[in-house]
């Protein structure tokens, strides 16, 4: 399929910026690179390299540097990246500088290189050309997965939008339409309503993902036939309060800075822009507007109807407005409940409308406690304090249950129109995080990335190295980071996050005991650990020491965090909605739990985190797995800045450098005898063995006598091949396809030949036969009118000549006594006519004989002498066509001369012609 339209069109929309949006991707800012080290913990130092290395000493490979030490692998980055090059190969995983500027490396053409499988550089699309190969493949196809991971600032969503946006563009079904409504362009413009509604800008990052997200792209075929996502933990607690230098979520200041004055006063957004909205203490940012624009292109794009939109437009206005209510007017408005309009239209009053509620209720639902009584319910009034916990929970998750919304619509919208085979999963799970003050959010986050680099430590170092051992090959082992000993202390029964559910099992709201009891027993239980660090002077606070580096976690509010439940009042409020849209989104009033003994295992944040991340790595260990790591050069994401203790740092948290080394040192590609003979069948051919082992082999060795730097191994059930041997082999097994498709295909054509040649031949044949009869026919008809024509004209002659006779025996019966003389007049005139007849037969006998020879011999021109007219021109006489005359039925021949009518007709009438003879007699 072809690279055109609407989904290459989304390519040059990221103006192929590998970058946040704060560096201006239209300004490359060419300079001299920054390379910042930093010296002690006080004071930094920068130089400017002189001159960038060529090209060609570059390696595309860190398996190439030679020596393969710390300070060459990251010597080799630093050259890369004063290059512009974003991606470089570190064995099997592919290394994602983020440069922060344009690089020109995500057109069109690069799209159609990597399509036609001839880029020699690495490439996010030569990952995602690779996953798809695999997936397509017969006799190899299976569901792939694609692990973006980094730093919160390293790329991870541009990168992930950019794979996105390659399958979408080369695996399009043959013939589909290149516009908004087709599938992969609806995967594509769902990327732009998720990165709107759940990301947004912190200290490192513009852009930065406030959720989990596994993307599974479904394959029919080679086509894609839809997609769906599946979100992790949205840190919805961004709503309500962000951290100094930080946003909301895009779309709240989208919507604020992009509304028109008419949607501004619709929506209740004029009030607020005027004075401020408290959940957005941030000033909007000068893309804001077009963001706005942009977003609601894509809502339409993907089916999201003008009234849903607006519905969506109104539930965020009231989040906003929602923020801006205080506790006094919400009590006064609870108390008096009138049920006038107030005079005054308060952000109570907004948020009402826009919910389509009731003022007084909603405002009773935020002051009031609600407490259940045996049957009996009794409202108690709450604290300011309490208020704004309750006010800033019902806005977190309006926002959380539309955003949930937004997915599942996404869903529904791209549910596969045909039969799925296969799929392409790709993970793109928000980056370490390491900020000022760190809650349970971050904590999540950080596990999450535990998690992932736990995965990536077992399929990559721990299990590749066990294999070499296991196949009995000599394999010296190469020495990395193991974090299962911090993740065991964040995750299971005896963890923090463990410790955290117990803390919450009662199923009442969170208190300061409680607080303090999971404080008691965190200090208690893991004190001496060599992964947590109890705090010497905050009593709140605990040190977990990440893979990445040491994060401190402020754990004041965790029980409350982890509860996180709506209010059940909030609930019934939404639920009486006249909007049906909003009356949708809130769950069920009867399914929240109630506050009783009985009551006592309902999920909690951290549980159902837990939950979902290992159904997901469960999901990842079935599938083959391909790695995108994205390195951050430096924190201020500035271009042409190179932070080499920076990248160092990465490098070795996230163990790319143990994972060069085992790639250097072993062979990538590795399957079983059984799986190698089946891939490659065609080529063994007539190379037999006792085994399918002495089958491999001898191909194996025949193939690196024949290639220079093939190597391969030989282990108990497996074959192991460094790249040269495999890429050699998967080029002779195209080079064996190629013969064998073109014999097919001259067999094929052959016969297809020769099938047209034989239709050909018979056709000719029936055309001819058909001719042939139609000839003989006419013949046959020609034939038998002058049968009939002579017969006329025999009797015509023979009843003239016997009414002559009768005649002159009539006129010889009154004469009885006539002399002889008169009889032998009668006697010679009877003779004249006998002879004038037989003149006449002869003449037409010689003129059909002659027009005969004529059409058959056209140049006999003797033939023609006796048929001449008057003035020697021979007519061109057709002996088939007869006339027969009115007056006296005679075989007469038709002449088609050349000459004037006038000719014929003295040709006819003149002496001695036909026509006198006969009248003659």
């Not at 957004?269 to 609601?296: E, I, R």
């Not at 000993?485 to 996050?497: K, P």
Request: glycine share 6%.
């Amino acid at each position: 399929s072809s690279v055109t339209g609407a989904a290459a069109m989304a390519l040059r929309d990221h103006t192929n910026t590998h970058v946040g949006p704060s560096a201006n991707p239209l300004v490359p800012n060419k300079g001299p690179i920054k390379q910042t080290t930093k010296q002690t913990a006080a004071t930094t130092t920068t130089t400017t390299s002189s001159t960038p290395a060529s090209p060609g000493a570059v390696p595309n490979d860190l398996t190439e540097v030679v020596p393969l030490t710390e300070q060459q692998v990251v010597n080799a980055l630093c050259q890369r990246f004063e290059q512009d090059i974003c991606y470089t190969q570190a064995g099997m995983t592919l290394l994602a500088m983020n440069v922060f500027k344009d690089t020109g490396v995500y057109s069109q053409e690069h799209v159609e290189l990597h399509r036609q499988g001839t880029a020699c550089l690495p490439h996010i699309f030569g990952v995602a050309q690779k996953a798809l190969n695999n997936v397509l493949r017969p006799g190899r196809g299976g569901n792939q997965a694609i692990v973006v991971s980094g730093e919160s600032g390293s790329g991870k969503t541009f990168s992930a939008g950019r794979i996105v946006d390659y399958l979408a563009a080369v695996a399009r079904r043959p013939g589909q339409a290149d516009d908004a409504a087709s599938m992969p362009q609806r995967i594509v413009t769902a990327n732009v309503l998720l990165e709107a509604f759940g990301n947004a800008s912190t200290v490192n990052n513009c852009n930065s993902s406030r959720f989990g997200k596994f993307t599974r792209i479904l394959f029919g075929g080679h086509c894609i036939v839809g997609a769906t996502i599946q979100t992790y933990l949205l840190e919805h607690t961004r709503v309500t309060h962000q951290s100094g230098g930080e946003r909301n979520f895009h779309i709240l200041h989208q919507l604020v800075a992009g509304a028109s004055e008419a949607q501004a006063e619709q929506w209740h957004l004029a009030d607020g822009a005027t004075g401020g909205f408290c959940y957005l203490p941030n000033v909007s940012a000068q893309h804001d507007a077009a963001g706005f624009a942009k977003t609601a292109a894509a809502m339409s794009q993907v089916g999201i109807s003008q009234t849903q939109q607006n519905h969506v437009w109104k539930l965020l206005s009231a989040v906003l407005c929602l923020g801006n209510t205080t506790f006094e007017e919400c009590l006064e408005a609870a108390k008096t409940a009138a049920a006038a309009a107030p005079a005054v239209l308060t952000p109570l009053c907004h948020a009402a409308f826009l919910l389509d509620v009731k003022p007084a209720e909603l405002a009773k639902g935020l002051v009031f406690r609600v407490i259940q009584a045996g049957h009996e319910t009794i409202y108690s009034e709450g604290t300011p304090e309490e208020f704004v916990v309750s006010r800033d929970g019902l806005a977190k998750f309006l926002y959380s249950w539309l955003f949930d919304w937004v997915v599942t619509f996404l869903n529904e919208r791209n549910h596969a129109d045909g039969h799925a085979t296969s799929h392409i999963g790709l993970l793109d799970v928000f980056g370490f995080e390491s900020l000022k003050a760190n809650g349970l959010e971050q904590l999540c986050i950080n596990y999450a990335n535990e998690k992932l680099q736990q995965f990536f430590v077992k399929h990559l170092l721990q299990f590749e190295q066990q294999q070499y051992i296991d196949e009995g090959i000599p394999w010296e082992l190469v020495e990395y980071e193991d974090n299962k000993v911090c993740l065991a202390l964040i995750e299971g029964r005896n963890s923090i996050l463990g410790v955290l559910d117990e803390a919450c099992q009662l199923n009442r709201r969170a208190s300061q005991e409680d607080q303090l009891s999971f404080l008691h027993k965190l200090y208690s239980r893991f004190d001496g650990h060599a992964k947590f660090t109890k705090p010497k002077v905050q009593a709140s606070c605990f040190t977990v020491h990440h893979y990445a580096r040491s994060v401190s976690y402020d754990a004041t509010d965790f029980v409350a965090r982890n509860k996180d439940r709506p209010a059940k009042a909030h609930v019934v409020i939404l639920s009486e909605s006249a909007c049906e849209f909003v009356r949708g989104l809130a769950p069920p009033a009867d399914s929240m739990p109630n506050r009783s003994k009985r009551a006592r295992k309902t999920p909690t944040v951290a549980s159902k985190f837990q939950a979902s991340l290992h159904q997901l790595f469960a999901g990842l260990d079935d599938v083959e797995t391909h790695y995108v790591r994205c390195i951050a050069p430096n924190m201020h994401q500035q271009p042409d800045e190179f932070d080499h203790d920076k990248v160092v740092e990465q490098l070795n948290a996230c163990g790319i450098l143990a994972s060069v080394r085992i790639s250097a040192a072993g062979y990538p590609s590795k399957m079983t005898y059984a799986v190698f003979c089946q891939r490659f069948h065609p080529m063994l051919g007539s190379i037999q063995g006792k085994s399918p082992k002495d089958a491999v082999s001898r191909c194996l060795e025949m193939l690196m006598a024949r290639h220079v730097g093939a190597k391969a191994l030989f282990g108990r059930t497996r074959v192991f091949m460094n790249d040269t041997a495999a890429a050699c082999l998967e080029g002779e097994l195209e080079h064996v396809f190629d013969r064998a498709a073109t014999t097919i295909q001259a067999h094929v054509r052959g016969a297809l030949a020769r099938s047209f040649f034989e239709r050909l031949r018979r056709a000719v044949a029936s055309v001819e036969g058909h001719r042939l009869k139609l000839v003989a026919y006419r013949r046959q008809q020609r034939h038998h009118a002058v049968v009939v024509l002579q017969n006329a004209a025999r009797g015509f002659l023979a009843r003239a000549e016997v009414r002559q006779q009768r005649q002159q025996r009539a006129a010889r019966a009154p004469a009885a006594a006539t002399s002889s003389d008169a009889e032998a007049s009668g006697s010679a005139r009877l003779s004249n006519t006998q002879a004038n007849q037989n003149a006449f037969r002869q003449s037409c006998r010689g003129r059909s004989a002659a027009t005969s020879r004529a059409a058959t011999h056209p140049t006999d021109h003797a033939a023609l002498r006796g048929v001449q007219g008057s003035d020697g021109v021979a007519p061109a006489v057709h002996s088939s066509d007869y006339v027969i005359s009115v007056r006296n039925v005679v075989c007469i021949p038709r002449l088609h001369t050349q000459t004037s009518p006038l000719h014929n007709a003295h040709m006819f009438w003149a002496e001695g012609g036909p026509l006198a003879m006969l009248l003659a007699q």
